[in-house]
Structure formats: structure tokens, C-alpha cells
């Protein structure tokens, strides 16, 4: 029973922090299991199911700010669905160390870059439908990262938020909020494959995956709310320093 409230408690911490950053949190639940004794592959995959529901409840409340730009969400679905699929089937054949460290590497600088270069707006370049700005090869970018994403998600067991939304502001040059909006949606679809493939090859504890989401589900809701009411430069900050503690983390765990 302890071990158990420590799951719903992560599942907490998950919750709250992915609706507010745009991200399941299966990057951040991993490793939280692992301390609390969860074993290794449980600990990697039960998450992943159990981010689904938060993060619809989450994308919701973004989709009514009108902050979701469906372009990029199609487009990432359609990039990463099928890059998401052959992570998960490879993780019967490679170790997740390597790609673990790059994506530590990834997650650490991208949360420097928002400390120490805040995302400013920029002029002169191509706009697409409802005036949002579009940089150049914008789509080439999108399938690029959406393809990118879904691999690392798919060999790391997550819905892959954690890298989706600083590619969306820093690469794309989307707003933080709307990074965040489209990141939500797309990790919900994202999350599908890999949970059908993880559980095909019997890789999650499905009592850990309900427990974890009777926790996450609800402060879901409540991060989103709050990012929603926040200053665009302060959440920017706090996204930021999560992102380096989220970095750091994931050395942590190798």
C-alpha cells in the first residue's frame, strides 16, 4: 500500500506538471518510479497509458483558449505515428542508454536556451492561415521534429512532450502557450501506438498504470488551468528551470 501511494503521488507531481508544460510526463515518471522501487521496464512503460486521459482533459482546456494550431498537429500525427511505432517495436533489439543521454542533452540545452535567450517575437517572415507566423520550411521542419520525437518516444516509452514542446517554440517559433497546446494534443495521439506496443510485448503493470492516473488526471486540469492565467515571460522562466531539472533527471537515471 505505501509503495502504491507513492505511485499516486507521482502521478500527482505528473499530472500537475504536464498539463502546465504541455507534456505527459512519462520523461519525469520514470525515473520518480524507479526511486520509489517500481521495477525497470514497469517503470518506463506503465506510465505511458496512464498519461492519456490527463493529457485529453489538459488539451481540452488549451483547445477552448483557441491556442491549438491543427496544421501542426496533423502533420505531427501523421510524422509520428509511424516513427513512434518502429521506436517502440526496437526497444526488442537496442539499449536505451545512448539515446537516453542524447536526450538529457536535448532537454538540459533547450531549457539554457529559454533561461538565457527568452523566445522573442520576430518580424519579415511568412504567415500562415489565422496570421500565425510561419518560418521558413516550416512543414520540413514540423516532419523533421515530428519524426524525431516519435522515435525517441517510442524506444523511451513516453508520448514525447518533453521534446515537442521546446521544438515547437524554439524550431518552429510558435508562442510557449500554443507550443504547449499543440504539444498536448499531439502527445495524446502519440502515446496510442506505443502503449499498444509496450503492452503487446507485456512490458506494463496495469494496476501501477490506473494508480498513476487516478493521481495524474485530475491536477492535469490543474496545471493547464494555470498556465493558461500565466504571464507569458514568467511561465517561459519556470518552463525553463523545469526543463534543466528535467535534463538533469534524466542523467540521474542512466
Known sequence: ???????????????????????????????????????????????????????????????????????????????????????????????STPLLVVTGMLVLSSGLAFLLAPQEQRNGEDTGAGGVVRPAFWRLRLVLVATGVGLVSGLLANSGGFLLAPAYARILRQPLKAAFASSLAVSMVLAVPGTLIHAWLGHIDWIVTVVLAAGSVPFSWLGARTALRSRPARLERVYGIALVILGVLMFFHL
Open 1 to 95: 500500500m505505501i509503495l502504491y501511494l507513492g505511485v499516486f503521488l507521482v502521478g500527482i507531481l505528473i499530472g500537475f506538471l504536464g498539463g502546465l508544460f504541455g507534456k505527459g510526463g512519462s520523461a519525469v515518471a520514470t525515473p520518480m518510479l524507479s526511486l520509489i522501487g517500481i521495477p525497470g521496464f514497469v517503470a518506463v512503460a506503465a506510465p505511458l497509458p496512464a498519461t492519456i486521459p490527463g493529457l485529453a482533459i489538459a488539451s481540452a482546456e488549451y483547445w477552448r483558449s483557441r491556442l491549438i494550431d491543427w496544421q501542426i498537429v496533423r502533420w505531427s500525427i501523421a510524422a509520428g505515428i509511424p516513427a513512434t511505432i518502429l521506436g517502440s517495436y526496437l526497444t526488442n533489439f537496442t539499449g
